[in-house]
């Protein structure tokens, strides 16, 4: 059972944290995050700047040293960040940039479209969105017209799943983490995005899970057995994050 971990965090309190809505994380090296996934069969993974790492690059580009080519980085840039540090930036292994609109920290919502569109063109990067779906209405016909765009931790909210599904149609794809963070029915909201585009799901721990009511479990990835066969199980845990990150097998 190969496991691409699409979504987790890395805070080294070597770099600058930033305290966000009076919430500072906890440290958490690479060594925690081998620590915690041992076992798992994790084959590569995604490392996802949060709100509280700002605009810093240096954590990153140390994380991705640490752990190898097999992991990738999605980061938070300004709008304005030149092409020459977007493609430096390529060549250590970021593959994305973030949008935090639940939390902040990162560039804000109305460059969307043009900074999606520029760091596509130039570097083949797709752009991921932690909001609440039930705000996607009024982005939506941005997101349509994107070339590739993915949102964090199921929407959040049962209340958005049905405008999600609307995009998840368009070719959106969805990160199948923060169960213990969700106010949703996990079980439906799964199956849902599913029966839309086999495609679309990306599993991810979400370690070290900050702010989160539940921290991720083991149990996380039975869910996903319990639910599908194994070969869509093959394509959630692996294969879909394999082809979005690194346009490979």
Same mark, same amino acid.
């Given at each position: 059972?190969?496991?691409? #971990?699409?979504?987790?965090? %890395? ?22 995050? /081998? ?6 069969? %994790? @084959? ?51 593959? !994305? ?8 920290? =990162?560039? #804000?919502?109305? @460059? ?10 130039? !570097? ?10 039930? &705000? ?6 941005? %997101?349509?017209?994107? *070339? ?8 959040? =909210? ?47 721990? #979400?370690?070290?899970?900050? /702010? !989160?009511?539940? *921290?991720?479990? /083991?149990?996380?990835? &039975? ?19 394999? /082809? ?6």
């Amino acid at each position: 059972m190969r496991i691409f #971990d699409a979504h987790f965090h %890395i805070i080294d309190f070597n770099y600058p944290i930033i305290e966000n809505q009076g919430y500072t994380p906890p440290s958490y090296g690479t060594e925690d995050y /081998r620590k915690d996934t041992l076992g798992l069969h %994790i @084959k590569g993974g995604a490392i996802v700047s949060g709100s509280f790492q700002g605009f810093d690059q240096q954590y990153l580009i140390n994380a991705l040293s640490e752990l190898g080519p097999a992991y990738c980085g999605v980061t938070q840039l300004p709008f304005d960040t030149s092409n020459e540090e977007i493609l430096k930036l390529n060549e250590v292994g970021v593959k !994305a940039l973030r949008f935090n609109i639940k939390r902040g920290g =990162s560039e #804000d919502l109305s @460059k969307l479209d043009y900074f999606a569109r520029r760091v596509h063109e130039l !570097a083949g990067w797709h752009s991921e969105l932690y909001i609440d779906s039930k &705000e996607l209405p009024d982005i939506a016909s941005i %997101i349509e017209k994107l *070339p590739a765009v993915s949102v964090d931790h199921l929407g959040l =909210s049962e209340e958005g799943l049905p405008h999600l599904l609307k995009l998840v149609d368009r070719g959106v794809h969805v990160k199948a983490t923060g169960f213990g963070r969700v106010d949703l029915n996990v079980e439906n909201a799964l199956k849902s995005i599913y029966e839309v585009n086999p495609q679309a799901l990306m599993f991810g721990t #979400d370690l070290p899970s900050t /702010r !989160a009511k539940r *921290p991720f479990h /083991r149990c996380d990835i &039975e869910i996903i057995r319990q639910i599908f066969d194994g070969k869509a199980v093959e394509r959630i845990l692996y294969e879909n994050a394999m /082809r979005w990150y690194f346009k490979t097998l």
